[in-house]
């Protein structure tokens, strides 16, 4: 019954979730340079800055779910902010179809800039 009501709750919080669910870090480093442009949203889920651009990229991944969008919580993974050489969160990295890191903004973003930002960078 436990197990049932336990996974029934995690259906519904699941379904209403309005923010992008985190990738670990060790997945998104294989998802870079596959070919296609990449964009990583680092942050954590306990800062305020970093929930509303998490609302605005889940909004932007049910619109277009092809995006190759992912959300690192270095909150829980300390080892990616430092690999990532992250100074503040949120901070948006963005990578071309080869890898490259093209450019990095740091700070929350409107949702217009956020659909700029993408458009740039064909994401």
């Known amino acids: 019954m436990f197990k ?5 709750g995690l259906s ?5 979730s309005n923010e992008l ?3 670990p870090y060790a ?5 870079i340079a596959k070919g296609k442009p990449v964009m990583i949203e680092v942050g954590s889920t306990s800062c ?3 929930q509303e651009m998490g609302k605005l990229l889940y909004s ?3 619109k277009k779910p092809e995006s190759r969008i992912f959300f690192v919580d270095v909150g829980k993974e300390r080892e990616a902010a430092k690999a990532l050489k992250i100074q503040m969160i949120p901070t948006q ?3 071309d179809a080869q890898g490259k890191e093209v450019e990095r ?16 960078h064909g994401i």
């Not at 049932?4 to 029934?8: E, V």
């Not at 519904?12 to 209403?16: G, H, K, N, Q």
């Open 93 to 95: 990295i963005f990578y």
């Open 12 to 16: 519904i919080s699941f379904l209403f």
């Open 60 to 62: 932007r991944m049910q």
């Open 48 to 50: 305020y800055a970093c």
């Open 4 to 8: 049932f009501l336990l996974l029934t």
């Open 105 to 120: 903004h740091i700070g929350g973003m409107s949702a217009e800039e956020l659909e700029a930002f993408l458009s740039k």
């Open 27 to 31: 997945l998104v480093t294989k998802e």
């Open 21 to 23: 669910d985190p990738t």
